[in-house]
């Protein structure tokens, strides 16, 4: 069910930096509803990594921003490391769900 | 430190009803400034909101749920819980709670509990 498209997988090489797109409508990011990232590396439980938009919460690296325009936002990754593989979902809130609406996800794979 | 325990049995039935409650640490159930919500991931695929619940009682529930999901607060056991009725094979998640800061423009979830696996079969 969800509404916010991200591409299913990126990647890079160690200390390279990637994007990972998140792109919603007019009922959500386009409504001005402010956006979240989340980072799940494997079999734990999804972190709060960046909320509205772009702030980072405490002990969050600085290699990691925010960015959002329009109906889209974005995350990018500055100085990949092997510990930034994980799966990466934006999150927002859509009014006409009435609730939260999350990112299909992002797969980062360090090469 | 704000921690969120998951706790229920990790196997339910078809047409059964799934419970689940979450145990708050490091803060209490009833502080204005926070919401708590349910999340569910089922295996391989991605996060879903189920519902939200504020210490007074008020709730909100995704619209693919609610004809079937129940959430409830207890402050005096600083818990709230879910349950979710007639379950399918397609129920079989992991579900984590969270504690979820709210306002105009915003809703996120921070901090999540560890999540515990459900899964429906016979």
């Known amino acids: 069910q969800s509404v916010l498209t991200q591409p299913p997988s990126v990647s890079g090489a160690p200390g390279q930096r990637v994007t990972i797109s998140c792109t919603g409508s007019?009922?959500?990011?386009?409504?001005?509803?402010?956006v979240h990232w989340y980072q799940q590396p494997p079999g734990t439980a999804p972190k709060l990594l960046i909320y509205?938009?772009?702030n980072r919460p405490s002990g969050v690296p600085d290699r990691f921003s925010g960015s959002k325009s329009g109906t889209s936002a974005s995350l990018a990754i500055s100085g990949l490391q092997a510990e930034d593989e994980a799966d990466y979902y934006c999150?927002?809130?859509?009014?006409?769900?009435?609730?939260?609406?999350f990112g299909t996800g992002t797969k980062v794979t360090v090469l | 430190q704000l921690q969120l325990q998951e706790s229920g049995p990790g196997l339910v039935k078809p047409s059964e009803t799934l419970s689940l409650t979450c145990t708050v640490s490091?803060?209490?159930?009833?502080?204005?400034?926070?919401?708590w919500g349910w999340i569910r991931q089922p295996p391989g695929k991605g996060l879903e909101w189920i519902g939200t619940?504020?210490?007074?009682?008020?709730?909100y529930y995704n619209p693919s749920f609610k004809s079937r999901v129940t959430k409830s607060v207890d402050t005096s056991k600083n818990q709230f819980s879910l349950k979710l009725s007639t379950v399918t094979a397609a129920d079989t998640a992991v579900y984590y709670c969270?504690?979820?800061?709210?306002?105009?423009?915003?809703?996120?979830?921070?901090?999540w509990g560890r999540g515990t696996l459900v899964t429906v079969s016979s």
């Open positions: 969270a504690r979820q800061s709210v306002s105009s423009t915003y809703w996120f979830f921070d901090p």
């Open positions: 490091g803060d209490s159930i009833r502080n204005k400034n926070y919401y």
């Open positions: 619940i504020y210490y007074s009682g008020s709730t």
């Open positions: 007019s009922t959500n990011i386009g409504a001005g509803y402010d």
């Open positions: 509205v938009n772009n």
């Open positions: 999150q927002s809130y859509d009014r006409s769900l009435g609730g939260s609406v």
